[in-house]
């Protein structure tokens, strides 16, 4: 039975979701390896949360040089894993450091290489929505062992508990990765909501918030959302570019996304117009988000936010 | 300490993208600098204007380096216009349809053959969005990667670069010596617009276009390949209300219609 590797996604020292979904889709082209990368002496603590979906094995490498030379260092050894395993695909998680690790990998592998599909088939087609998500693309690599990177939230998880086995390997970083050096790491400021990406509910809030995200913040927290934001409403300073959704910030696919005083530029759109569900409330009636809105409020966010706050707490009790 | 940035020249944001064979129709669309590229090319000029600047007997020499079919010359033009010393153009036909391995392989053969310092880029380009391009650089380059940076600090005497990096999953601190690869998000900087005299000045600055020959790279063609692509149909209509003082109550019934709570 072919092989498949995925790189096992952490932030910091909690696994995320993500390694559920990346499993189930490997899964479909073969048996399911995947690739944890820890500090020394940490190799079975980072193993044991590789828990969900359906994972046959997990290979264990040790090293201090991951963190503290990053996605090069985390590169070298990844590719030096495809070499031994030759793997039929390698899965990687979609955001800023699987992308660059996926990257460096290809190069050095002399593979080609998918980025962003939200989806992978049996055949090792990916499927990827491109041009903010109007076009769907299908498309596969057709020189050496496939790197594909999968968008979180996208695929189906299955999320039955596994028991992998775990190999302990042992491969060195050569000095040519470890040329930058990081000194410092700090984990992203959440405020106790979910990341933006992974979210299954999103709320943001626009110019029509003139500032004031508290409504938005409140509908969110109800809801058990993440919390994202307009180009505007980052531009103006009001919340942490961190948190801005569409071309030139984060895409999110989430459930359901709630555009609270967002007018919908195109730039906006392209980073949310593929959400499942799509609600939008804004005073203009003629705000163009309407258009891809399956419920729309045209009324004041201040006046609209705070009912239905209390509406779904008083739907929950 | 010299300088390349590469830009890449992508279809206006705004304008209606179309694939064509499995490539996107480049030919039928505005198009313009990179926008996420502005902010490497502000970014370079700002750090040889902090250690000396870049005109003549200023120590510092900016090139930017683009792939691109002739026309990118424009989006080329316009970084000179910025302030960028000179620019070299790889345009071949063989380049049509190339993927980020390949764009990779050519702008590392270009940057390798100059010498350089230091490597700036966008985070990405509008129209692929992969992010992995600057990445590929620095391990073709054998250089340091720098990348997602909000914040970049040099010091040439040490050759030595500081940056902060910021992405999804926090906020690091790196350094490295030069060389180095880096990429800056927006918000880095506030690019410049091309003054009147930096428009006339870039009519007169050298474009130097290069073929796969003159690169010495051959070209493998892309290693991933598109199979079909189709646009997605628009989304139904959905329910709008105005709201009369229920707006609230409404959402909540119709998410909890749709089972979302």
């Known amino acids: ?317 | 300490m010299k300088i390349a940035v590469c830009v890449k020249q992508v279809p206006d944001s705004w304008a209606e993208k179309k694939m064509v064979n499995g490539i996107l129709d480049r030919e039928n669309v505005d198009a313009v600098l990179n926008d996420l590229d502005e902010y490497a090319v502000e970014e370079a000029l700002r750090i040889a204007e902090a250690h000396g600047g870049n005109e003549e007997g200023g120590g510092n020499i900016i090139t930017v380096i683009s792939m691109g079919p002739e026309r990118a010359t424009e989006a080329v033009r316009k970084a000179l216009s910025m302030g960028v010393n000179d620019a070299i153009l790889v345009t071949d036909p063989k380049l049509a349809g190339a993927d980020a391995l390949a764009t990779s392989a050519v702008l590392a053969a270009v940057i390798e053959k100059g010498g350089f310092d230091l490597v700036i880029c966008g985070t990405e380009s509008t129209d692929a969005r992969m992010s992995v391009v600057p990445a590929m650089l620095a391990e073709r380059l054998n250089a340091a990667q720098l990348t997602f940076a909000s914040k970049v600090d040099v010091d040439p005497v040490a050759g030595k670069v500081s940056i902060t990096r910021v992405t999804e999953a926090g906020v690091d601190e790196m350094h490295a010596q030069f060389p180095c690869v880096i990429s800056v998000v927006e918000k880095i900087n506030e690019p410049r617009y091309p003054s009147f005299k930096g428009i006339m000045a870039a009519k007169k600055k050298t474009i130097e276009s290069r073929d796969l020959v003159a690169v010495g790279v051959s070209a493998e063609g892309a290693w991933s390949l598109v199979a079909d692509a189709t646009p997605r149909p628009a989304r139904a209509t959905g329910i709008k209300v105005t709201d009369d003082g229920t707006g609230g109550e409404q959402l909540v019934s119709f998410l909890a219609e749709k089972k979302l709570i």
Do not use: C
């Open chain 1, 1 to 317: 039975m072919s092989k498949v590797l995925i790189l096992a996604d952490f932030v910091g020292t909690k696994a995320t979701k993500t390694n559920a979904e990346l499993a189930t889709a490997g899964a479909r082209i073969g048996e399911v390896t995947a690739v944890v990368f820890a500090p020394v002496g940490q190799g079975s603590t980072y193993a044991a949360a590789i828990n969900r979906g359906p994972i046959a094995k997990i290979i264990v490498v040790e090293s201090d040089a991951f963190a503290a030379n990053g996605v090069a260092a985390v590169a070298d050894v990844l590719a030096q894993i495809i070499a031994a395993q030759s793997p039929a695909a390698v899965l990687v998680a979609s955001h800023a450091f699987g992308k660059e690790v996926a990257a460096r990998t290809a190069v050095k592998a002399g593979s080609g290489i998918i980025t962003d599909a939200v989806d992978v088939s049996a055949d090792i087609t990916a499927t990827q929505l491109v041009f903010g998500g109007s076009t769907t693309v299908h498309s596969k690599v057709s020189h050496g062992t496939p790197i594909i990177t999968v968008r979180p939230n996208s695929v189906d998880a299955n999320t039955t508990e596994s028991t992998p086995s775990v190999e302990t390997l042992s491969f060195s970083v050569s000095d040519a990765s470890k040329k930058a050096t990081v000194t410092s790491s700090q984990p992203p400021v959440q405020g106790g909501r979910p990341e933006l990406t992974e979210a299954n509910i999103v709320v943001s809030g626009g110019r029509g918030t003139n500032g004031d995200f508290s409504a938005v913040e409140n509908f969110a927290d109800v809801l058990g959302a993440a919390v994202g934001a307009s180009r505007a409403a980052t531009d103006a300073g009001w919340y942490p570019h961190s948190y801005q959704v569409g071309q030139t910030g984060k895409t999110v696919s989430p459930q359901l996304y709630v555009a609270n005083g967002i007018s919908g530029a195109i730039q906006h759109r392209a980073g949310m117009q593929t959400s499942k569900t799509i609600v939008v409330v804004n005073k203009d009636p003629e705000a163009p988000l309407f258009e891809i809105a399956d419920f729309g409020v045209v009324g004041d966010l201040f006046a609209v936010l705070p009912k239905a706050t209390e509406g779904i707490k008083a739907h929950k009790s």
